[in-house]
């Protein structure tokens, strides 16, 4: 009964005591976008000694990496807690300089990263827009339009993009390293960032090719969501924070009488909360890719469908639909020119033979899992709920 009741609690949770201290999610957020804005600008002096005209590069990135949530930051610096971090972020001063900062900084790479992949991800989707603004490969195309360059604009843009794509990628690497932590503390996190990079890359690649292939089940779709999502937003960033950690928590320490063998049980723990709410997390993007509101969203809603993603949503309603109901799928899914009346119908289909039903219940089903694992975890209370609510910003999410 009272296992049943903290997951009650913890399910139930839409306030916490990191709500009301400097762990909250606001002081993260401030205090990874200060890390970021104080990186940026040693790259801009970097940048500009090399050529002004790199400057637009920059500025694009600026601009991407001033939306989020920062929710890979936040799980980082939560699974290091959860390992045994104490100090809270300091509220003011310069991060990398303040007790606490540290592991924000180190936290903010991941944001490099994530940025990196958006790139990538709209070059390969051809994506127009990302966040509610042009996405990065337009916006250069843009540039090259204005200028009256030679040559195509759109392969000038592709070529841009992929460019600052691979930059924030070395990036990210490189802040993580200037973070001012310990050298053993960064050789512990480094197999963990490598092994996020190869799976959010394999995972692209597996999306890439249901797409191409068309042959997509649920089960394939499911697996493109463990590498290219569940795996890179919600668990490797909460394990890059037990690595990160400077030991494990005291009272679990105490218990197990060996720190290494803690460290490892609260990895475990980790991941039994992450990869569920990791799958719940781009189930729900899932949704919103196709039934969101732009205004919300940020991006149109006929994106997925253009571009013919073969998503868990898409599966479901394959392997469940009609004839006539798999025609319209054959028919509208994936095509160059869908315009909103055709993904009126693809959407009819996929809310008639209960896709977005299945979903939904599979969204809900996987968060249940994710907070009874946490419910069980050796964390201290403060982080159980701190993730608890993590858990529901990553999957009631509109942006």
């Known amino acids: 009964m009272a296992d049943r009741t903290r997951r009650d609690t913890l399910a139930g949770v839409t306030s916490s005591s990191a709500a009301h201290s400097s762990a909250a999610p606001g002081h993260i957020r401030e205090q990874v976008g200060r890390a970021l804005d104080d990186f940026l600008a040693r790259q801009r002096a970097v940048l500009a000694g090399i050529d002004e005209d790199l400057l637009p590069g920059l500025d694009a990135i600026s601009d991407l990496l001033a939306g989020g949530k920062r929710l890979r930051p936040a799980f980082c610096y939560w699974g290091w807690r959860a390992a045994g971090g104490t100090s809270p972020p300091d509220q003011a001063g310069p991060p990398a300089r303040v007790d606490g900062g540290r592991i924000l900084t180190a936290a903010a790479a991941l944001e490099l990263l994530h940025a990196s992949a958006l790139i990538h991800d ?50 990210t690497g490189e802040l993580l390293r200037a973070s001012g932590l310990p050298p053993a503390a960064l050789r512990r996190a480094q197999p963990v960032l490598d092994a996020m990079c190869t799976e959010l890359i394999a995972g692209q690649y597996l999306d890439l090719l249901g797409q191409a292939a068309g042959t997509g089940t649920v089960a ?45 049980r609260v990895a475990t723990a980790c991941s039994a909360y992450g990869i569920p709410l990791g799958v719940a997390f781009q189930l729900r993007d899932d949704v919103l890719g196709v039934f969101g509101d732009p205004a919300e969203t940020g991006k149109p809603v006929t994106g997925d469908l253009r571009e013919g993603k073969r998503t868990v949503l898409v599966a479901i309603a394959m392997q ?65 709920t701190a993730l608890a609510e993590l858990a529901r910003t990553a999957t009631d999410r509109l942006r």
């Open 220 to 264: 394939s779709a499911l697996r493109v969501i463990r590498y290219k999502s569940a795996k890179y937003t919600v668990e490797r960033p909460l394990l890059l924070g037990v690595a990160l950690a400077p030991a494990p928590a005291r009272a679990v320490t105490a218990a197990t009488g060996k720190a290494a063998r803690t460290r490892h």
């Open 122 to 171: 709209d070059v390969i989707d051809r994506s127009e827009t990302r966040r509610g603004q042009p996405a990065v490969h337009r916006r250069f195309a843009g540039h090259h339009a204005a200028g009256g360059w030679r040559g195509s604009a759109d392969s000038f843009g592709t070529g841009a993009a992929i460019l600052l794509g691979d930059l924030l990628l070395s990036w």
């Open 320 to 384: 469940r639909a009609s004839t006539a109901q798999a025609n319209v799928l054959r028919r509208h899914l994936g095509h160059p020119q869908l315009d909103e009346a055709a993904a009126a119908e693809i959407r009819g289909v996929l809310t008639e033979t209960g896709a977005l039903a299945e979903c939904e219940r599979m969204i809900r089903a996987s968060v249940r899992e994710a907070l009874a694992a946490l419910a069980d975890a050796p964390f201290t209370d403060e982080a159980r």
